[in-house]
């Protein structure tokens, strides 16, 4: 019974591409970005932009490490 639980749990915390999450662990801790690809274990966000060139600063976080703060709808 408790490993059903344990398992609906970890379901819910996967955030899908366009989510909003907060990193909660690690060396990115404290940075918010928006969910780009989901991978099995981990998501790739993209967390800003270089001014001088316009291109996309991207991290891998472990669905451990973040949560979501918003949805896509």
């Known amino acids: 019974m408790s490993e059903e639980k344990a398992k609906n749990t970890r379901a819910k915390r ?14 990115q801790k404290g940075k918010k970005g928006e ?5 099995e274990n981990s998501v790739i966000i993209q967390i800003g932009k270089l001014s001088e060139t316009g291109e996309p600063i991207k991290t891998v976080v472990n669905h451990k490490n973040y949560k979501i703060i918003s949805k896509k709808e």
């Open 35 to 39: 969910v780009v690809t989901v991978r």
């Open 14 to 27: 996967k955030a899908k591409e366009g989510d909003m999450i907060e990193v909660v662990k690690g060396l």
